[in-house]
């Protein structure tokens, strides 16, 4: 456990709306990633972080934007939620030795 | 493309049984991990590896990095250990996943 943790863990919202969910880390990792995990495609990259201010896209980035002006924290925003973007997102950070933990997810359901 | 690839999907076990599941990946990799996560869980860490064999109770984890194959072995299978199990590998600081494979131990 690198002490993460998600908010909130579930939402439902309705299309057109923005939505922030949270990832937060007690441990001051370096990397910190956004996935998203979809039935039948596995977690995919959505934004990642290699320190403050320093993020980068994924491969299912378009309609996501990040951002990280702490250590501890990085936020991933959907300007303008759709219901495509109903999904489970997962936040991530790997170590410094490549260990990799996961946050407990948060559900988003977008109407 | 899949840089990474499991086998089987799904995969349905009597209580004690043998169970192995295969990932095969595509890119060099400085590490694999084997990962496990419960129906509506989240994902926990069961390996990292780069290298040989790892041993952690009934699970062993091989990976063989000339062949670019790891194998998930699960010995007096229990139900549970019934999970989706997910093989990552890290490219160096990026990380690809496999989509899982869904196993279900019967009592």
């Known amino acids: 456990d690198a002490g993460i943790t998600q908010s909130p863990r579930h939402k439902v919202t309705e299309t057109g709306t923005p939505v922030t969910l949270r990832c937060h880390q007690t441990?001051?990792?370096?990397?910190m990633y956004w996935y998203r995990q979809d039935p039948g495609h596995g977690l995919r990259l959505i934004h990642y972080?290699?320190?403050?201010?320093?993020?980068d896209k994924g491969e299912v980035s378009d309609g996501y934007s990040v951002s990280r002006s702490k250590t501890e924290d990085f936020l991933l925003t959907l300007e303008s939620a759709t219901s495509s973007q109903t999904s489970v997102y997962f936040c991530?950070?790997?170590?410094?030795?490549?260990?990799?933990?996961f946050g407990e997810g948060s559900r988003l359901t977008v109407l | 493309k899949n840089e990474v690839e499991q086998s089987p999907q799904n995969l349905t076990a009597q209580e004690g049984e043998f169970i192995t599941i295969n990932c095969s990946y595509s890119?060099?990799?400085?590490?694999l991990h084997w990962l496990q996560q419960h129906p509506g869980g989240g994902i926990v860490s069961l390996f990292m590896?780069?290298?040989g064999k790892k041993k952690h109770g009934r699970l062993i984890a091989t990976i063989n990095i000339q062949e670019k194959h790891s194998s998930l072995h699960i010995t007096a299978s229990h139900p549970r250990d019934s999970a989706v199990y997910i093989c990552?590998?890290?490219?160096?600081?990026?990380?690809?996943f496999g989509t899982g494979t869904s196993l279900t131990v019967i009592p």
């Open positions: 991530a950070i790997s170590t410094g030795t490549g260990e990799l933990f």
């Open positions: 441990e001051n990792h370096r990397y």
């Open positions: 972080s290699y320190g403050v201010k320093d993020t």
């Open positions: 890119v060099g990799i400085s590490a």
């Open positions: 590896l780069s290298s």
């Open positions: 990552a590998v890290n490219t160096g600081n990026q990380f690809y």
